[in-house]
């Protein structure tokens, strides 16, 4: 299923660019590793968090991946097929007000994407940070209906 991007139920995210808030997220120390992704998380109501940085967002994402998943290819590539399954997944399926890193593994490059999403989505709800949508039987049922 494709996301529609001018959908007003997404929710918007913003990125991790600094290395201190990628730290800060570790810090937690709450994570759920899958074959294709490791996340890691960090609750917005949690001391330290910057009401600037999250203004404009209600959701914010870092990417990362390390030598371990390859060389630069390899981890670019990496890193391009995890933007593409949060796109998919974070904006329809993940609570507002937290933080997440998404880590990539060696199997990143390649799991198929439909496993890829699968794991993303799978690791959202071990983590307990799936959006709940009273009212919506499921998101591909309304699609499909439209």
């Known amino acids: 299923m494709r996301v529609r991007l001018d ?39 949690q001391a330290g968090t910057d009401a600037e940085a999250t203004a404009g967002c209600d959701l914010r994402v870092g990417y990362t991946a390390s030598r371990k998943v390859g060389n630069s290819v390899a981890r670019n590539r990496a890193r391009r097929r995890l933007r593409a399954a949060a796109t998919e997944v974070l904006g329809r399926r993940a609570a507002p007000g937290v933080d997440l890193v998404l880590i990539a593994r060696g199997e990143t490059i390649r799991r198929s994407f439909a496993d ?31």
């Open 116 to 146: 890829l999403v699968a794991d993303l989505d799978r690791a959202l709800q071990k983590l307990g940070v799936v959006r709940s949508a009273p009212g919506v039987g499921g998101t591909e049922a309304g699609g499909a209906a439209a």
């Open 7 to 45: 959908d007003p139920s997404l929710i918007r995210l913003g990125r991790l660019k600094k290395r201190a808030e990628f730290l800060a997220v570790a810090g937690t120390r709450r994570k759920w590793a899958q074959p294709g992704v490791i996340v890691q998380l960090r609750r917005w109501d």
